[in-house]
């Protein structure tokens, strides 16, 4: 295939290029390609073709939790949302902590055959906190990094082995932070609107406390370690701290955390209620200037579908969570780059080629030999964001109304399209 007549967004700058894909991969980039013979053209005049779209922080719920989302199902939301790679969480039931569940997931991904689906591994078994699970037999089955999510490894003896025995094998433990002694039972922040509302809240210090810890731990075993999404000032204040000591940490956020505040639970909308909850204006301008100045490497949407039921309830026995890789893409251009905060390819580093360097992926790049993992896109389209035309089984979202820029028109994946917007 031969992508024509667009503007390539490659590293830290933008041209405009013909692409040619061979056998999966990107054969050659130059200002203008002729087509062969027989040669399907794609052509992208006034669109942006960037590195596939990779988010390292998933919950796609198979095993288990099917009523849900299935992986087919967050496989086609992906592509819809531009991704080509995706990073599944390990709370499913059974809880993949070991090579069996981690090599279904990886298989069953394979087999749906849209985006690129690549297991995470729980850190300990059944994800209880007690016994680390089996970090080589993950590995082997294809695990790409280990995670506890949805709560903290709270034994911090246990914690450092993990970490350890993750290095041994080439992987990293990216870690939720979450004191749960200190949450107690919290479901939002600390502030003026869970006063307003009634809700009973959690302070900062709740996930502080343990980015402070896994910095500690990092620093003294001399192992890197990813934070999980960061939603605090003081968060980003930490990891900042330790970035310029040299600490090998790095860091995610998510679109929800740039673009709303607490003030989004004062009607009770169960579809606000997220995990860490949404902080105050001060921690949304720190997130944005920590994407800016660096602080926080990559941009994960944290996609976390669930069913109506689980939301259709009172506040305090809603589920945690938005699905989020239909919105994450036009979010983040919407929010970041229109404002001036980021640069496009800024964004897109944020958003392909950082997840891809941290978990060792292929992927990432626009260049000769890379795979053709595409995201094609129309900078310049508003649309609204319905849920009802979602493709994730998750229709759980806060932005239903809101006006984005920045539609998919394709992705490919090694190659070929597999979506058309």
């Not at 590195?51 to 989302?69: A, N, Q, S």
């Not at 080589?136 to 003896?157: C, I, R, T, Y």
């Not at 490497?297 to 589920?319: G, Q, T, W």
């Not at 929010?335 to 958003?351: E, I, Q, W």
């Amino acid at each position: 295939m031969l992508i024509s007549n667009a503007t390539l967004v490659c590293g830290n700058r933008e041209k405009r290029a013909d692409l040619r894909i061979e056998n999966g991969k990107i054969a050659s980039i130059a200002p203008r390609l002729v087509p062969r013979k027989n040669e399907p053209v794609l052509d992208c005049a006034g669109y942006t073709v960037l590195p596939g779209l990779i988010d390292m922080h998933v919950h796609l719920r198979e095993p288990g939790f099917e009523k849900k989302e299935t992986i087919e199902s967050g496989a086609r939301a992906a592509v819809a949302g531009g991704f080509t790679a995706v990073c599944c969480m390990p709370n499913t039931k059974p809880v993949a902590d070991n090579k069996v569940v981690v090599s279904y997931i990886k298989h069953r991904g394979e087999e749906v055959g849209l985006c690129k689906v690549y297991p995470i591994g729980a850190i300990t078994e059944g994800q209880k906190g007690e016994t680390l699970a089996s970090i080589g037999g993950m590995k082997a089955a294809g695990a790409v990094a280990l995670s506890e999510d949805g709560k903290s490894v709270e034994n911090s003896k246990l914690m450092a082995n993990a970490m350890l025995y993750a290095s041994d094998f080439g992987l990293k433990c990216l870690c939720h932070c979450e004191d749960r002694a200190l949450v107690d039972g919290g479901v939002v922040n600390e502030g003026y609107y869970s006063t307003l509302t009634g809700l009973k809240g959690s302070i900062r210090a709740a996930e502080d406390i343990l980015i402070a810890r896994e910095i500690c731990l990092s620093e003294s075993l001399n192992i890197p370690v990813h934070i999980c999404h960061v939603s605090t000032f003081s968060g980003v204040q930490l990891i900042r701290e330790a970035k310029k000591r040299g600490v090998n940490v790095t860091a995610e956020t998510c679109p929800h955390y740039f673009t709303l505040t607490d003030a989004a639970i004062s009607s009770f909308d169960t579809n606000a209620k997220v995990n860490p909850p949404l902080r105050e204006e001060k921690d949304r301008l720190a997130v944005i200037e920590g994407l800016r100045d660096g602080t926080l490497d990559c941009i994960a949407s944290d996609h976390a579908p669930h069913h109506e039921d689980d939301k259709n309830v009172e506040f305090d026995l809603a589920a945690f969570g938005i699905s989020g890789l239909e919105t994450s893409f036009a979010l983040s251009y919407t929010a970041l780059v229109r404002s001036g905060a980021l640069t496009l390819p800024a964004l897109v580093g944020k958003m392909s080629a950082r997840p891809a360097e941290i978990l060792g992926l292929a992927g990432g790049k626009l260049e000769v030999g890379a795979p053709a993992d595409i995201t094609v896109v129309d900078l310049a389209e508003k649309w609204t964001v319905d849920p009802s035309k979602f493709l994730s089984k998750g229709k759980n979202t806060p932005f239903r109304g809101m006006e984005v820029y920045g539609s998919v028109k394709y992705t490919l994946v090694d190659g070929e399209i597999k979506f058309c917007g």
